[in-house]
T-cell receptor
Protein backbone atom coordinates (compact mmCIF):
# COMPACT_ATOMS: atom_id res chain seq x y z
CA UNK A 1 0.00 0.00 0.00
CA UNK A 2 0.92 3.65 -0.24
CA UNK A 3 3.47 4.79 2.32
CA UNK A 4 4.82 8.08 3.44
CA UNK A 5 8.59 8.52 3.24
CA UNK A 6 9.75 9.19 6.77
CA UNK A 7 13.33 10.04 7.72
CA UNK A 8 15.55 9.35 9.42
CA UNK A 9 14.78 5.71 10.21
CA UNK A 10 16.61 5.98 13.54
CA UNK A 11 18.37 8.57 15.66
CA UNK A 12 20.75 8.26 18.59
CA UNK A 13 21.14 11.52 20.53
CA UNK A 14 22.31 12.84 23.87
CA UNK A 15 19.87 14.13 26.43
CA UNK A 16 19.31 17.85 25.93
CA UNK A 17 19.83 17.81 22.17
CA UNK A 18 17.17 18.90 19.69
CA UNK A 19 15.68 16.42 17.23
CA UNK A 20 14.14 16.87 13.80
CA UNK A 21 12.35 14.32 11.64
CA UNK A 22 10.28 14.71 8.49
CA UNK A 23 7.82 13.05 6.23
CA UNK A 24 7.20 13.44 2.50
CA UNK A 25 4.63 12.11 0.08
CA UNK A 26 3.90 12.20 -3.63
CA UNK A 27 0.22 12.79 -2.79
CA UNK A 28 -1.62 15.63 -1.09
CA UNK A 29 -3.09 15.14 2.36
CA UNK A 30 -5.67 17.31 4.11
CA UNK A 31 -4.40 16.51 7.58
CA UNK A 32 -0.98 15.61 8.94
CA UNK A 33 -0.61 13.86 12.27
CA UNK A 34 2.33 12.86 14.42
CA UNK A 35 2.11 9.85 16.76
CA UNK A 36 4.47 8.25 19.29
CA UNK A 37 4.41 4.54 19.99
CA UNK A 38 6.01 2.93 23.03
CA UNK A 39 6.73 -0.82 23.21
CA UNK A 40 3.58 -2.87 23.78
CA UNK A 41 1.28 0.07 23.27
CA UNK A 42 -0.73 1.66 20.50
CA UNK A 43 0.19 4.97 18.85
CA UNK A 44 -0.58 8.09 20.86
CA UNK A 45 -1.41 11.33 19.09
CA UNK A 46 1.13 14.11 19.68
CA UNK A 47 0.17 16.86 17.24
CA UNK A 48 -2.50 17.30 14.55
CA UNK A 49 -2.13 19.77 11.66
CA UNK A 50 -5.12 20.79 9.55
CA UNK A 51 -4.01 23.64 7.29
CA UNK A 52 -1.15 24.05 4.83
CA UNK A 53 1.58 26.18 6.40
CA UNK A 54 0.27 25.59 9.92
CA UNK A 55 2.88 25.52 12.69
CA UNK A 56 1.71 23.95 15.94
CA UNK A 57 3.44 23.35 19.27
CA UNK A 58 2.73 20.94 22.10
CA UNK A 59 5.21 21.57 24.89
CA UNK A 60 8.68 20.78 23.57
CA UNK A 61 7.23 19.46 20.32
CA UNK A 62 6.69 21.59 17.22
CA UNK A 63 5.29 20.39 13.91
CA UNK A 64 4.54 22.05 10.58
CA UNK A 65 2.20 21.24 7.72
CA UNK A 66 4.06 21.87 4.48
CA UNK A 67 2.78 24.49 2.04
CA UNK A 68 2.51 21.93 -0.76
CA UNK A 69 0.48 19.64 1.58
CA UNK A 70 2.91 16.87 0.66
CA UNK A 71 5.22 17.07 3.65
CA UNK A 72 5.50 17.72 7.38
CA UNK A 73 8.23 17.88 10.00
CA UNK A 74 8.38 17.33 13.75
CA UNK A 75 10.94 18.95 16.05
CA UNK A 76 11.63 17.96 19.64
CA UNK A 77 13.61 20.44 21.69
CA UNK A 78 15.78 19.65 24.72
CA UNK A 79 15.23 15.89 24.52
CA UNK A 80 14.81 13.84 27.70
CA UNK A 81 15.06 10.08 28.26
CA UNK A 82 11.28 9.58 28.18
CA UNK A 83 11.24 10.84 24.58
CA UNK A 84 12.54 7.39 23.60
CA UNK A 85 10.15 5.59 21.29
CA UNK A 86 9.01 5.30 17.70
CA UNK A 87 7.56 8.41 16.07
CA UNK A 88 5.18 8.05 13.15
CA UNK A 89 3.87 10.62 10.74
CA UNK A 90 0.44 9.98 9.26
CA UNK A 91 -1.54 11.67 6.52
CA UNK A 92 -5.28 11.73 6.26
CA UNK A 93 -7.63 12.29 3.35
CA UNK A 94 -11.35 12.46 3.59
CA UNK A 95 -13.08 9.33 2.31
CA UNK A 96 -16.85 9.53 2.16
CA UNK A 97 -18.20 10.03 5.66
CA UNK A 98 -14.99 8.81 7.25
CA UNK A 99 -11.28 8.88 6.77
CA UNK A 100 -8.25 6.65 6.95
CA UNK A 101 -4.63 7.25 7.86
CA UNK A 102 -1.56 6.50 5.79
CA UNK A 103 1.46 6.02 8.05
CA UNK A 104 5.16 6.48 7.55
CA UNK A 105 7.57 3.73 8.51
CA UNK A 106 8.58 5.43 11.74
CA UNK A 107 11.64 7.05 13.30
CA UNK A 108 13.18 5.14 16.21
CA UNK A 109 14.52 7.66 18.71
CA UNK A 110 17.09 6.73 21.35
CA UNK A 111 18.12 9.30 23.96
CA UNK A 112 21.30 8.67 25.94
CA UNK A 113 21.28 10.21 29.43
CA UNK B 1 -5.14 5.95 28.46
CA UNK B 2 -7.42 6.34 25.44
CA UNK B 3 -10.38 4.26 26.56
CA UNK B 4 -10.08 1.90 23.58
CA UNK B 5 -9.62 -1.65 24.82
CA UNK B 6 -8.68 -4.70 22.77
CA UNK B 7 -8.74 -8.39 23.54
CA UNK B 8 -6.92 -10.64 23.69
CA UNK B 9 -3.52 -8.96 24.07
CA UNK B 10 -1.67 -11.91 22.55
CA UNK B 11 -2.77 -14.83 20.42
CA UNK B 12 -1.05 -17.75 18.70
CA UNK B 13 -2.79 -19.50 15.81
CA UNK B 14 -1.88 -22.10 13.23
CA UNK B 15 -1.86 -21.44 9.50
CA UNK B 16 -5.30 -22.08 8.00
CA UNK B 17 -7.19 -21.35 11.19
CA UNK B 18 -9.63 -18.50 11.77
CA UNK B 19 -9.31 -15.76 14.39
CA UNK B 20 -11.58 -13.12 15.92
CA UNK B 21 -10.16 -10.04 17.57
CA UNK B 22 -12.30 -7.70 19.67
CA UNK B 23 -12.36 -4.00 20.36
CA UNK B 24 -14.35 -1.83 22.71
CA UNK B 25 -14.44 1.74 21.47
CA UNK B 26 -14.15 4.82 23.59
CA UNK B 27 -17.54 5.90 24.89
CA UNK B 28 -19.43 8.01 22.36
CA UNK B 29 -17.22 7.09 19.41
CA UNK B 30 -19.25 5.94 16.42
CA UNK B 31 -16.46 5.15 13.94
CA UNK B 32 -13.96 2.34 14.32
CA UNK B 33 -10.97 1.49 12.15
CA UNK B 34 -8.67 -1.52 12.13
CA UNK B 35 -4.98 -1.42 11.27
CA UNK B 36 -2.33 -4.09 10.77
CA UNK B 37 1.19 -3.28 11.96
CA UNK B 38 3.91 -5.68 10.87
CA UNK B 39 7.13 -5.70 12.86
CA UNK B 40 9.25 -2.64 12.15
CA UNK B 41 6.63 -0.95 9.97
CA UNK B 42 3.93 1.64 10.29
CA UNK B 43 0.28 0.63 10.69
CA UNK B 44 -1.62 -0.25 7.49
CA UNK B 45 -5.33 0.57 7.18
CA UNK B 46 -7.54 -2.53 6.89
CA UNK B 47 -11.06 -1.06 6.99
CA UNK B 48 -13.39 1.29 8.79
CA UNK B 49 -16.92 0.92 10.14
CA UNK B 50 -19.44 3.69 10.66
CA UNK B 51 -22.91 3.00 12.00
CA UNK B 52 -22.38 -0.75 11.67
CA UNK B 53 -21.47 -0.63 7.97
CA UNK B 54 -18.09 -0.96 6.30
CA UNK B 55 -17.13 2.48 5.06
CA UNK B 56 -13.72 2.32 3.44
CA UNK B 57 -11.31 -0.54 2.92
CA UNK B 58 -7.57 -0.79 2.40
CA UNK B 59 -5.65 -3.25 0.25
CA UNK B 60 -6.61 -6.39 2.18
CA UNK B 61 -8.29 -9.55 0.81
CA UNK B 62 -11.90 -10.52 1.60
CA UNK B 63 -10.77 -13.05 4.21
CA UNK B 64 -10.34 -10.00 6.43
CA UNK B 65 -13.83 -9.03 7.58
CA UNK B 66 -15.36 -7.08 10.41
CA UNK B 67 -18.41 -6.21 12.40
CA UNK B 68 -19.49 -3.18 14.37
CA UNK B 69 -22.22 -3.56 16.96
CA UNK B 70 -24.86 -1.03 18.13
CA UNK B 71 -22.82 -0.33 21.26
CA UNK B 72 -19.89 0.57 18.95
CA UNK B 73 -17.83 -2.44 19.93
CA UNK B 74 -16.20 -4.15 16.99
CA UNK B 75 -14.67 -7.40 15.76
CA UNK B 76 -12.00 -8.20 13.20
CA UNK B 77 -12.20 -11.68 11.69
CA UNK B 78 -9.46 -13.25 9.64
CA UNK B 79 -10.09 -16.55 7.85
CA UNK B 80 -7.55 -19.00 6.44
CA UNK B 81 -4.66 -17.49 8.35
CA UNK B 82 -1.32 -17.16 6.60
CA UNK B 83 2.12 -16.75 8.11
CA UNK B 84 2.28 -13.15 6.85
CA UNK B 85 -0.78 -12.32 8.94
CA UNK B 86 1.48 -12.29 12.00
CA UNK B 87 1.35 -8.70 13.21
CA UNK B 88 0.03 -6.28 15.80
CA UNK B 89 -3.62 -5.51 15.06
CA UNK B 90 -4.73 -2.09 16.20
CA UNK B 91 -8.24 -0.82 16.70
CA UNK B 92 -8.91 2.93 16.62
CA UNK B 93 -12.08 4.85 17.28
CA UNK B 94 -13.23 8.39 16.69
CA UNK B 95 -16.38 10.43 16.98
CA UNK B 96 -17.63 11.24 13.49
CA UNK B 97 -20.24 13.88 14.24
CA UNK B 98 -21.11 16.93 12.25
CA UNK B 99 -18.51 19.51 11.39
CA UNK B 100 -15.98 18.17 13.85
CA UNK B 101 -15.95 14.78 12.17
CA UNK B 102 -13.22 15.43 9.62
CA UNK B 103 -10.88 16.68 12.31
CA UNK B 104 -11.77 14.39 15.18
CA UNK B 105 -8.65 12.50 16.25
CA UNK B 106 -8.16 8.74 16.16
CA UNK B 107 -7.68 7.03 19.52
CA UNK B 108 -5.80 3.75 19.31
CA UNK B 109 -5.96 0.73 21.58
CA UNK B 110 -2.84 -1.18 22.60
CA UNK B 111 -3.44 -3.86 20.01
CA UNK B 112 -3.56 -7.63 19.77
CA UNK B 113 -0.29 -9.36 18.93
CA UNK B 114 -1.16 -12.24 16.56
CA UNK B 115 1.40 -14.91 15.79
CA UNK B 116 0.64 -17.43 13.05
CA UNK B 117 2.77 -20.57 13.04
Amino acid sequence: GQQLNQSPQSMFIQEGEDVSMNCTSSSIFNTWLWYKQDPGEGPVLLIALYKAGELTSNGRLTAQFGITRKDSFLNISASIPSDVGIYFCAGRRVLGSGSRLTFGEGTQLTVNP
Amino acid sequence: ETGVTQSPTHLIKTRGQQVTLRCSSQSGHNTVSWYQQALGQGPQFIFQYYREEENGRGNFPPRFSGLQFPNYSSELNVNALELDDSALYLCASRDWAGGAGYNSPLHFGNGTRLTVT
